[in-house]
Every structure is written in structure tokens, then in C-alpha cells.
């Protein structure tokens, strides 16, 4: 206790004069009782303008001493820390601009004045100049003079030797030493701490603590250098090409001046800027990494996110980065840095390792907790282990406490080595001078740890080979800033839709043997920039959006031609054939097709396959319907002829209140006034799902738990908060939407039934079609909404969700994560989902499948998915404008992997392909298609890519196993005398894999993800 009281005296002592500049007075010039008072380097009450110069002007006038610091003869030095260009004069002299002025200095510490004295020391004046696409009140300027510094640094020092000793003592001598140097601390006057008498006893104290230097010298702290470099967040893209060759431009300068300094960069992205427009600049970085001060840490294209993109496209960003530096470096980077990603999905231990990492270092959400794990095996779901490495920050000063910090930390949890990043601010930034200087006279200082500059593999490699035990974490981190899953849904609706088409176009391609490698990768580039984890999670600035939609509209582009080429040259143009219809997906299916036919009379039809099948059609405003079937990977053509006995069409009645549909597999009853679904019977094992949604027999009212049912629309508020875009916080209210709706009957005929709903809420509309198909087990809810709610400090944060209130015996929540999925407590929480979300048990359940959505939360039996949500907090202008989205329902007997969930979901991301025929009618050709694999085996594996392999030398088949049980997946349709190889996830080989007759069997453990390469036929 005497020990803690002890250090509480010296923390503080420090931090005083860490912040000891007086507070200071700066006022626009030529207006009077509007002044911003600066106290502890921060403005208060600082607004910024859009667009705008803020320019404040300071007079300077000093005391002689501050915490018994003499500050008359001292220079006074200032640390400028803003994300905007900043200019600095000093009595009408400029003593700090950025030559540059579209981007921010970065921290930087600037002379400010030569020599100071008592009284009065002339006048500063400060311009910002702030972007039109950004007003966060980011603007720091901390005063001090080398005297206060100075001072700072010998409390510091004696803080770190005291807490560092108490930290190793283990005898009871050792503890009593410790303990006589505590009381003399507390016995000490700190009130200043800059007083001549500290020094005394600080030497004092280091004296008597010289009998545990030792033990704490066996203490190692590796000191990774980094700058922390955001794509597009509170910028956008050409300020952050200045920051990055600033930031190069600066580290390999320091470099030369500190041969000991090292430094771990991650982001390809961002090494390209610096070959395409600094050669000379990328030699010399080369050089360095060549010998082995530069850390490229680039097994990502970017820092992306990591909960809702994805498993194909991690595959990408870890093939891309891997690529990029074996090609450019000569050299596999075995780092991955995710260090400011808001939550990190079960299966990337796997996928890490697999491209291979050999450690995983992040910030957030270290599953410690306060206890921050150092270093612990995070075990992903499939088994994989992979060393986990976290630190409280990615960036900061070198300082002996800092040093201290990270070297107690270690030590508690049973680690010699430590680790400590350092680079300062947060839109680049980096290694600086005043840091290196102090780790090099901390060399000398007894009492500290061993503190060298480093790198995270060599901080690996020490802690691996120690006989250290690593606590285990097994699956997914803990997620943070749950408002990310929804806040600018566009851009998330957006890279669904980029994924989608580009997985298709390189099964396509890969097909119909098209080398379309270089178009197909520019545009997964696009994508892979893109899922940054500030500009996908929906916390950047407006301007960042309007380059995202620009960028997904390119690589969306990109994608639909690529499709278009392959599908016409794998389309049937047999005689007599309307159009083909191609699955790419790698299982037989079926599923209701929309063809854009145009027909003068619409008469009954009934279309005839190529595959021997015949089937009803119905005509539609948007074309021909029909259930097509199709085998995995194929093209089946289709002949439309007239149907002489047509079937029925859906049961469907129109009452006052009420709509009553019926199918093959559901009776279903929609509530008029709201568009909710109030009864869902499933006719396939007799479960009623809604639990009192219309009149009971012996009531007597008409009247219903309305707010219950399925596909419940609701509208939250929560209480106003900062930084709204990322936290979706204190639900202050919920509303359903239950009246003023106008529901009709707009198609019923033999193939599907569609129910119109429209209403209008506050300022917003939603038009929302309910799509129920007489042989397919699901509802489709094809929704168009003007979202036209503000959201503000002075109007609230809304959102809508679409609530399905479902009556289930069981009520275990599950939720598709990249490559996997994770179980989660149906709490409430908002959690991230990909395509699907299921609520339920071994005897019944419901799913919800989307197109772009990602924020879900379960309660119990109530599945809900977040439609849309209003931030202001960095984008006043988030979400606002039309949105198009699909979602659907699929009840289903037994549990989800019974239902097939993950093929349904895939599915409906991926639907079949219908083509018209571009040759003249009559003329034939034969189908162009190389080989056709064909998914068979255990129904839990599911192939989760087919593309050509990066090297276009051969194809890559991506398998996954769904369920999280054991299986075997075989693939049939291989070609004779072909070879296979089980591969890296980089699509490295491994081992050669038995072939026979065109069939490959592999075992699948729980949640594996497995690469086969089929390399080319010489």
C-alpha cells in the first residue's frame, strides 16, 4: 500500500508539469470577448468551419517560474498536433507552415521562442486551415520549455525505478527496500516538483533501489516504430497521398541519422503511392528492408475491416499483400497488423496463419479486458493457434514510464519481453528525434529495463522461444463500436455487391477459360481499399464517400463485364433456346428466375430445359418467372412454349384487415394497416411461428400483440452521444410501426405471389414488396426506402429495424462471420452478421438472409435486422436519400446446417444468371467450357470460390466447411489425367492430392477453409 501511495505521489508530481504551461488566451483578430482558453495543450469550446481559416491570436506572457521550473532565459518549444495545415508566427515571423497545405504537419515540435523572459513575450498567431469535408475540433498545441522537460523526465525516471522495483522484489529484504524508498517519497514536498531539493532525493532514491537494477535490467522492451496512416477517414485520398510520402520521406531520413531505429509499416496500398511517385524513395526503402530496419508488415492490401467483410475477400487482401511483397521485396511477410481494426472474426487465425503469419498484432479488443494480454494464443474456430500480440496503443512517446508501463505489463503476465509501439499522431506521423534521444540516455540510466528499437518478429521470436505460458483464446474478440455495422449503409450495400459480381465474374472467367487477371484484380484492388476499416465501418467524412461510390461503381463495372463475357461464351445458341440460365455457385439448385423477356400477348406458358425439365411460367412487370434448375457450375437453356393446361395460381384473399396467402409451404396472413406478418404457418411440420398475432377464438375485440409478428418495422432513438457514427448507444425509445400502411395484392399466378406495402413515416417512405413463392420455402422482402431522417445534437440518432418476433422452443443465436460462424447470446446486443443470422434450435428455427446489411440483434425469439441508422458524428449528412435492399425469411424445421443456411444465403447474394442469346435465331454453336467441377461429399462443405489461380496458370477451388463439424469434401467433374494440390490460402502448393477418375475426396475439420490449385495441362 505504502508503495502504491508512493507512486501516486510521483505519477502525479510528473504529470503536473508535464502540463504545467499556464493557460493561455487566443482570440480571432479584431473581435473582443470571444477568446478560447487553451489549459492543458487543449481548446475548449473550439469550433471548426468547414472550409474555413480559423485564425487566433495569443499574447505571451510568462511567469518566472512554473512548479518551481525558472523559466526566464529557457526557449519556449511547442508541440503542434492537428489533422489540418497549420501556420505558426511569432511576433509577424512564420516559424512553422506546412509547405505542403493540403495536408496536416503531423505532431511536430516546433521552436516557438529563442529566449523568454518574465512578463511579457510578444504575440503568437495561429492559422488552421480546415478542408471542406471536415470540422472535427482536432487542434492541440502543448507549450513547454527544456527546463520543464527535463524536470519531467527525472520524476518520470524515479517512477518507473520505483514501480519497476516493487514490480522484481521478492524477498522480504528486497520488499523493505522498496518500501524505505516509498516513505521517503511520501515524506518529500512534490507540491513543485521542480524545486532544487527533488533532485536530491530522486538520487536518493535511485541509490537505494541500485540492489534490484539488475533483476530489472533481465526485463527486455522491444521498441517498434511505426506511423499510424488512415486511408480516408477524416481526409481524403490525395491528403493522404502527401502524408504517406511524408511520412516515408521522414522515417528513411531519420533512419539515416539513427542507425538503430527500426520501423513496421503495413498497407501494400500505401508502399505503391511511393513506388508509382517516388522511385528514388522506394529504392532507398527497399534498402532498408533488405536490411531488416523496415518491417514490412503487409500481409493486407489495407488495414481492413474484419467483422463484416468477406472470407473471399480477406483471401484477396492476403494473396494481394503477399504478392506485393515477395515481387517488390523479395521477401513473405510473416507479420499482420490490424492494429486500430474494431473487432477481429473467429476463423482469421486460420486464414493469418495460412498465408503465413507467424503473429497477429492488434489494439482493440484484447480479450484481457482492463488485464491486457500482452501475448496469448488466440486459437481460431477451426484450431489454428497464432500468436496474439496487443499493446493499450499503436502509437505514442517514448518515455521511461511508457517504457516502464510495457515492461510491467509484460512481467505480471510472466513475460521477459515486453513490447512498446512509439510514433506520434494519428493521421501519420512516426518516429521522432526527442524519442530516440531518450531511448539512447535510458541505456545508461540504472533501474530501467532493457529498452532497444525492434521489430514485432524479432519481439515474436524472443517471446516463442521462452518457456513462457500464453493464456488461450479460442474463437472470436469481443467487438467494439456497434453502430459501425450500420452507419453508412450505402458503402457496406455497396462492397456486398462488388463481392458478389466479382466472385461471380471469376468463376465465370474461370469457366469459360478467360484470362481476365488484370481487370479482375485492379477492380478487387478497388474493393480491397475500400473495406479500410474507417471508410467501410462508416466513420469517415462525406467526401470519403463520394470516392467510395465511385471506386464501387468501377469495380462493380469491371465485374458485370467480365460476366457478360463469360456468360456469352458459355451460352447455348441451339435452335429454338430463348435464353440460358447459368448457376455459379458449385452445388445444383433452384430458384425463381426474372427473364426480361417482352411479349406482345402474354398468354399461359410453360418453359422446356435443355436438362429434359418442363415448368410453369408466369409473366411479371419485370418479365418471365419461372423455378429454373440448374446444375452446379452449368448453363441449362430454355425454350418458352404455350401451356395448354396451365396450373393454378397461389391461394391469395384480400379481406379488410387482412391478406391470406398460401403455398406449398406456408399459410400466411399479413396485417393490412402495418404490413406485418401476423400468422406464419409452416404446413411442413404444423408450427404456428407468431404467437398472438391475430384474434384469439374467444376474444372480443379484433385486436392482436401486433408489434410481435414478423417483419415488425421499428424506429429507435437513442440519446445523444459523440462519436455517433461509431457508437450505437442508450436505446432511449422504440416504436413499431403499426398503422397507416396501404397493403394490396399486385401478382399472384401459378410461380409467386406479391403483396405491396406502403406508408409513410415522419419525413421517410418505405415501398416494400412481399415476394411468397409457391415452391420455395422463404418470403423475399424487396424494399425501397427514402430515408429522410436527420440526425443531430439538437434532433436525436434514428434507426430503423425490421423486427421478426418468432414463437421458438429454442432460442440460441447464430451468426455468419467471415469464413465461419460465430454463436452469440440472444441479448440484444448488436453484433455483426455477413448474409445470414439465425435464431432458434435443434427443432426449429428462422433465418434471415440480406444483401448488405450487417448490424442484427436476438432477444430470446425476436430476430431484428438494423435497416438504416442516422449518424452526425464525423458525416452530419450520413445515410440520408433512397436505399434499395432484399432481405429474406426462411423458417425452417431443425437447426440452421439442417436448413442449409449458408448455401441458401449464398444464394440469394448469388443468384442464377439468366442471358438472352446475342446470335441471330436459328444459328447453333457449342457451349465453350473447359471443365466443370461438381460439389459432392458431406452437404456441410460448400465451395466457397472458383477463379483462375493469380499465377493464370491453372484454376483455384476454394472449400469451406460450414457447420463447425468434421466432413469430407469431394469434387467431381475434374479432368482426366489432370493433377490437384492442396494449397496455401496465398495458393502456394503443398502436397499433391489422389485423383481418381476426375474425383478428389479431403477431410474437412470444423470451420476449415481449404485451397485446391488444379494447375494447367502443359
Known amino acids: 500500500m505504502i508503495v502504491a501511495e508512493a507512486l501516486a505521489r510521483l505519477r502525479g508530481a510528473a504529470d503536473r508539469l508535464a502540463t504545467a504551461w499556464p493557460d493561455m488566451e487566443w482570440s480571432p483578430p479584431g473581435k473582443s470577448g470571444t477568446a478560447l482558453v487553451l489549459a492543458g495543450g487543449e481548446f475548449g469550446e473550439l469550433v471548426l468551419e468547414p472550409g474555413q481559416v480559423l485564425e487566433l491570436r495569443s499574447r505571451l506572457r510568462v511567469p518566472a517560474i512554473v512548479e518551481g521550473v525558472q523559466l526566464h532565459g529557457e526557449p519556449l518549444d511547442v508541440v503542434l498536433d492537428s489533422i489540418y495545415p497549420l501556420e505558426l508566427e511569432y511576433e509577424g515571423t512564420t516559424i512553422f507552415t506546412d509547405p505542403l497545405p493540403e495536408v496536416a504537419p503531423g505532431p511536430?515540435?516546433?521552436?516557438?521562442?529563442?529566449?523568454?523572459?518574465?512578463?511579457?513575450?510578444?504575440?503568437?498567431?495561429?492559422?488552421?486551415?480546415?478542408?471542406?469535408?471536415?470540422?472535427?475540433?482536432?487542434?492541440?498545441?502543448?507549450?513547454?520549455?527544456?527546463?520543464?522537460?527535463?524536470?519531467?523526465?527525472?520524476?518520470?525516471?524515479?517512477?518507473?525505478?520505483?514501480?519497476?522495483?516493487?514490480?522484481?522484489?521478492?524477498?522480504?529484504?528486497?520488499?523493505?527496500?522498496?518500501?524505505?524508498?516509498?516513505?521517503?517519497?511520501?515524506?518529500?514536498?512534490?507540491?513543485?516538483?521542480?524545486?532544487?531539493?527533488?533532485?536530491?532525493?530522486?538520487?536518493?532514491?535511485?541509490?537505494?533501489?541500485?540492489?534490484?537494477?539488475?533483476?530489472?535490467?533481465?526485463?527486455?522492451?522491444?521498441?517498434?516504430?511505426?506511423?499510424?496512416?488512415?486511408?480516408?477517414?477524416?481526409?481524403?485520398?490525395?491528403?493522404?497521398l502527401e502524408v504517406i510520402k511524408r511520412d516515408f520521406a521522414s522515417i528513411l531520413a531519420l533512419m539515416d541519422d539513427y542507425p538503430e531505429l527500426t520501423f513496421t509499416h503495413s498497407q501494400p496500398a500505401t508502399y505503391e503511392v511511393i513506388r508509382k511517385e517516388a522511385p528514388a524513395l522506394f529504392a532507398k526503402l527497399r534498402e532498408q528492408i533488405q536490411a531488416g530496419r523496415w518491417e514490412p508488415a503487409t500481409m493486407q492490401w489495407v488495414e481492413s475491416d474484419l467483422n463484416m467483410v468477406s472470407g473471399e475477400s480477406l483471401a484477396h487482401h492476403l494473396t494481394e499483400g503477399v504478392a506485393y511483397t515477395r515481387r517488390h521485396f523479395g521477401?513473405?511477410?510473416?507479420?499482420?497488423?490490424?492494429?486500430?481494426?474494431?473487432?477481429?472474426?473467429?476463423?482469421?487465425?486460420?486464414?493469418?496463419?495460412?498465408?503465413?503469419?507467424?503473429?497477429?498484432?492488434?489494439?482493440?479488443?484484447?480479450?484481457?479486458?482492463?488485464?491486457?494480454?500482452?501475448?496469448?494464443?488466440?486459437?481460431?474456430?477451426?484450431?489454428?493457434?497464432?500468436?496474439?500480440?496487443s499493446t493499450p496503443s499503436y502509437n505514442g512517446l517514448i518515455t521511461a514510464g511508457s517504457v516502464a508501463q510495457a515492461a510491467l505489463r509484460a512481467h505480471r503476465h510472466g513475460q521477459e519481453a515486453a513490447l512498446l509501439f512509439h510514433g506520434v499522431g494519428d493521421h501519420g506521423g512516426g518516429p521522432t528525434r526527442e524519442g530516440l534521444d531518450a531511448l539512447r540516455r535510458f541505456e545508461t540510466v540504472p533501474g530501467l529495463p532493457e529498452a532497444r528499437c525492434s521489430t514485432?518478429?524479432?519481439?515474436?521470436?524472443?517471446?516463442?522461444a521462452s518457456a513462457a505460458a500464453f493464456p488461450v483464446h479460442k474463437g472470436e474478440l469481443n467487438t467494439i463500436?456497434?453502430?459501425?455495422?450500420?452507419?453508412?449503409?450505402?458503402?457496406?450495400?455497396?462492397?456486398?455487391?462488388?463481392?458478389?459480381?466479382?466472385?461471380?465474374?471469376?468463376?465465370?472467367?474461370?469457366?469459360?477459360?478467360?484470362?481476365?487477371?488484370?481487370?479482375?484484380?485492379?477492380?478487387?484492388?478497388?474493393?480491397?481499399?475500400?473495406?479500410?476499416?474507417?471508410?467501410?465501418?462508416?466513420?469517415?467524412?462525406?467526401?470519403?464517400?463520394?470516392?467510395?461510390?465511385?471506386?464501387?461503381?468501377?469495380?462493380?463495372?469491371?465485374?458485370?463485364?467480365?460476366?457478360?463475357?463469360?456468360?456469352?461464351?458459355?451460352?447455348?445458341?441451339?435452335?429454338?433456346?430463348?435464353?440460358?440460365?447459368?448457376?455459379?455457385?458449385?452445388?445444383?439448385?433452384?430458384?425463381?428466375?426474372?427473364?426480361?423477356?417482352?411479349?406482345?400477348?402474354?398468354?399461359?406458358?410453360?418453359?422446356?430445359?435443355?436438362?429434359?425439365?418442363?415448368?410453369?411460367?408466369?409473366?411479371?412487370?419485370?418479365?418471365?418467372?419461372?423455378?429454373?434448375?440448374?446444375?452446379?457450375?452449368?448453363?441449362?437453356?430454355?425454350?418458352?412454349?404455350?401451356?395448354?393446361d396451365p396450373p393454378s395460381p397461389l391461394e391469395i384473399e384480400a379481406e379488410l384487415l387482412y391478406i391470406t396467402a398460401e403455398t406449398?409451404?406456408?399459410?400466411?396472413?399479413?396485417?393490412?394497416?402495418?404490413?406485418?406478418?401476423?400468422?406464419?404457418?409452416?404446413?411442413?411440420?404444423?408450427?404456428?411461428?407468431?404467437?398472438?398475432?391475430?384474434?384469439?377464438?374467444?376474444?372480443?375485440?379484433?385486436?392482436?400483440?401486433?408489434?410481435?409478428?414478423?417483419?415488425?418495422?421499428?424506429?429507435?432513438?437513442e440519446r445523444i452521444h459523440p462519436m455517433s457514427a461509431w457508437h450505437l448507444d442508450e436505446v432511449i425509445s422504440e416504436s413499431s410501426l403499426l398503422d397507416g400502411a396501404v397493403t394490396e395484392v399486385v401478382e399472384t399466378g401459378p410461380v409467386r405471389s406479391v403483396v405491396k406495402v406502403e406508408r409513410a413515416f415522419r419525413n421517410s417512405r418505405i415501398e416494400q414488396l412481399i415476394v411468397l413463392y409457391n415452391q420455395l420455402p422463404r418470403i423475399d422482402f424487396e424494399t425501397v426506402l427514402d430515408w429522410q431522417e436527420p440526425s443531430g445534437p439538437e434532433t436525436g440518432i434514428p434507426n430503423l429495424k425490421v423486427a421478426f418476433n418468432a414463437r421458438l422452443p429454442e432460442t440460441e443465436a447464430w451468426y455468419e462471420s467471415p469464413s465461419g460462424a460465430a454463436r452469440r447470446p440472444a441479448d440484444g446486443q448488436e453484433v455483426p452478421a455477413l448474409r445470414w443470422a439465425d435464431v432458434g434450435g435443434s427443432e426449429y428455427g428462422l433465418a434471415l438472409l440480406n444483401d448488405g446489411r450487417h448490424g442484427h440483434d436476438a432477444l430470446g425469439g425476436r430476430l431484428r435486422l438494423t435497416l438504416v441508422r442516422s449518424a452526425f458524428d464525423p458525416d452530419p449528412a450520413s445515410d440520408f436519400g433512397t436505399h434499395r435492399l432484399r432481405y429474406s425469411l426462411v423458417p425452417h424445421p431443425g437447426d440452421w446446417r439442417e436448413a442449409g443456411i449458408p448455401r441458401q444465403a449464398a444464394e440469394f447474394n448469388q443468384p442464377l444468371l439468366p442471358h438472352l442469346p446475342s446470335a441471330r435465331p436459328g444459328s447453333t454453336s457449342r457451349q465453350r467450357q473447359s471443365w466443370r467441377p461438381r460439389l459432392a461429399g458431406s452437404p456441410n462443405v460448400q465451395l466457397a470460390a472458383l477463379k483462375p489461380a493469380q499465377n493464370g496458370r491453372g484454376v483455384v477451388l476454394r472449400l469451406q466447411e460450414t457447420f463447425g463439424r468434421p466432413g469430407e469434401a469431394v469434387v467431381e467433374g475434374l479432368p482426366a489425367n489432370q493433377r490437384a494440390f492442396q494449397a496455401t490460402i496465398t495458393e502456394d502448393l503443398l502436397e499433391e492430392l489422389p485423383l481418381r477418375d476426375g474425383r478428389l475426396r479431403l477431410p474437412m475439420r470444423p470451420w476449415q477453409v481449404a485451397t485446391i490449385v488444379v494447375p494447367a495441362r502443359a
Open 664 to 717: 406449398e409451404s406456408f399459410k400466411v396472413r399479413i396485417h393490412r394497416p402495418s404490413g406485418a406478418i401476423v400468422s406464419l404457418l409452416d404446413k411442413r411440420v404444423g408450427r404456428q411461428l407468431v404467437g398472438f398475432g391475430t384474434r384469439r377464438g374467444s376474444d372480443y375485440l379484433d385486436t392482436a400483440r401486433f408489434d410481435l409478428a414478423l417483419n415488425v418495422h421499428q424506429l429507435l432513438e
Open 331 to 389: 521477401r513473405s511477410p510473416n507479420v499482420f497488423l490490424a492494429p486500430d481494426t474494431f473487432g477481429h472474426g473467429g476463423n482469421i487465425p486460420q486464414l493469418a496463419a495460412s498465408a503465413g503469419a507467424k503473429c497477429y498484432y492488434h489494439h482493440r479488443c484484447n480479450p484481457g479486458g482492463q488485464d491486457l494480454w500482452p501475448a496469448y494464443w488466440w486459437e481460431g474456430d477451426d484450431g489454428t493457434r497464432l500468436l496474439a500480440l
Open 481 to 644: 463500436f456497434e453502430g459501425c455495422y450500420t452507419t453508412h449503409v450505402e458503402a457496406k450495400q455497396g462492397n456486398r455487391q462488388a463481392e458478389n459480381l466479382l466472385a461471380t465474374a471469376e468463376t465465370l472467367a474461370a469457366l469459360a477459360g478467360l484470362d481476365e487477371r488484370e481487370r479482375l484484380g485492379e477492380a478487387w484492388r478497388l474493393v480491397l481499399f475500400n473495406q479500410f476499416h474507417d471508410i467501410f465501418c462508416g466513420s469517415s467524412v462525406h467526401a470519403a464517400y463520394e470516392a467510395n461510390a465511385e471506386d464501387l461503381a468501377a469495380a462493380q463495372s469491371a465485374a458485370r463485364g467480365v460476366i457478360d463475357r463469360g456468360l456469352a461464351r458459355l451460352q447455348s445458341r441451339a435452335a429454338g433456346v430463348e435464353f440460358s440460365v447459368t448457376n455459379p455457385l458449385g452445388w445444383d439448385r433452384e430458384e425463381v428466375v426474372l427473364v426480361p423477356l417482352k411479349r406482345a400477348r402474354r398468354g399461359a406458358v410453360r418453359l422446356v430445359s435443355s436438362e429434359g425439365g418442363s415448368t410453369p411460367g408466369q409473366w411479371t412487370p419485370q418479365g418471365l418467372a419461372f423455378l429454373a434448375r440448374v446444375p452446379a457450375f452449368a448453363s441449362v437453356a430454355y425454350k418458352v412454349l404455350p401451356d395448354q
Open 456 to 464: 514485432l518478429g524479432a519481439y515474436a521470436d524472443e517471446v516463442l
Open 108 to 240: 511536430a515540435l516546433v521552436r516557438a521562442v529563442p529566449r523568454l523572459k518574465e512578463g511579457e513575450n510578444g504575440e503568437l498567431m495561429l492559422r488552421v486551415k480546415v478542408p471542406s469535408s471536415a470540422s472535427w475540433p482536432w487542434l492541440r498545441l502543448r507549450f513547454s520549455t527544456p527546463g520543464l522537460r527535463h524536470r519531467f523526465e527525472l520524476l518520470d525516471v524515479a517512477w518507473s525505478q520505483l514501480a519497476l522495483a516493487a514490480e522484481v522484489a521478492t524477498s522480504p529484504k528486497e520488499q523493505a527496500a522498496a518500501e524505505a524508498v516509498a516513505k521517503l517519497v511520501l515524506e518529500a514536498d512534490l507540491e513543485h516538483a521542480g524545486d532544487p531539493g527533488v533532485a536530491g532525493l530522486l538520487e536518493a532514491m535511485a541509490s537505494a533501489l541500485a540492489g534490484l537494477s539488475e533483476r530489472v535490467r533481465r526485463l527486455r522492451v522491444h521498441v517498434i516504430g511505426h506511423s499510424h496512416i488512415d486511408m480516408n477517414w477524416l481526409w481524403t485520398w490525395p491528403d493522404t
